[in-house]
């Protein structure tokens, strides 16, 4: 039930890009992300619903491909302030809501 | 307005003890969540709320952890006889939406550390 996000973990210098992908097991409606810093609570990202929407935040995009129930969070150029615990949170169309594994992200200078 | 409050911010009890937590959601949203988390793990779904619905209880661990939320607001949950494997971070959230966080974000409140000695 628990979506399965990968890297679990990735250290990158300032400036770098990354991805970090989410995958259920069941079709989903839509796709949350969060990101956790050290010590406090989760923030909300972004959210995309079904129809392969693509979203940005900052320098911070994502996307949602319903058939492959799969969704993808693209960090370009990263900062310091990116560092931290990245969640996805998907709404399956069994109406459950699952938060996934997380992505420990280091940005370093 | 004001986020979502959790009280108290950090809890010591002695094994065997039991504990109450407190949520204050933010006005107006419907639903109310409970999630744990343990040190460098991930969020464990505890229990959902939302309006008057019979509340989803799946995510409890065990029958020593109910929660209640009184009046559509306010949110208490308790561990009965704490055991020193309860000790973890017990995070609130709210959001507006109803059966389902679709379209709406979740807030989350600061959380309480629960710590068991």
């Known amino acids: 039930q628990q979506p399965v996000q990968s890297p679990q973990a990735v250290i990158l210098r300032e400036g770098e890009d990354a991805v970090i992908n989410c995958s259920s097991s069941?079709?989903?409606?839509?796709v949350h992300w969060y990101r956790q810093k050290h010590g406090e609570a989760p923030v909300f990202l972004m959210i995309?619903?079904?129809?392969?929407e693509q979203k940005g935040h900052e320098k911070i995009s994502a996307s949602f491909n319903e058939k492959k129930q799969q969704s993808s969070l693209y960090l370009t150029a990263s900062q310091l302030s990116y560092s931290g615990t990245y969640f996805c949170?998907?709404?399956?169309?069994?109406?459950?809501?699952?938060f996934g594994t997380g992505t420990s992200l280091t940005v370093i200078p | 307005g004001a986020g979502v409050s959790q009280s108290p911010s950090n809890k010591v009890t002695e094994k065997g003890k039991d504990v109450e937590l407190r949520c204050d959601p933010i006005?107006?949203?419907?639903?109310l969540y409970w999630y744990r988390q343990s040190l460098g793990q991930g969020l464990e779904f505890l229990i959902y709320?939302?309006?008057?619905?019979?509340?989803?209880k799946s995510g409890l661990p065990s029958d020593r952890f109910s929660a209640e939320r009184t009046g559509g607001s306010v949110s208490t949950l308790t561990i009965q006889r704490t055991q020193q494997e309860d000790s973890a971070v017990y995070l609130c959230?709210?959001?507006?939406?109803?059966?389902?966080?679709?379209?709406?974000?979740?807030?989350f409140g600061n959380g309480t550390r629960l710590t068991v000695t």
């Open positions: 949170g998907t709404v399956n169309t069994g109406n459950q809501f699952y």
């Open positions: 069941k079709a989903l409606y839509s």
């Open positions: 959230a709210s959001s507006l939406v109803g059966a389902v966080p679709t379209i709406s974000p979740l807030h």
């Open positions: 709320f939302q309006g008057n619905s019979a509340p989803d």
């Open positions: 006005s107006g949203h419907t639903a």
């Open positions: 995309l619903l079904k129809g392969g």
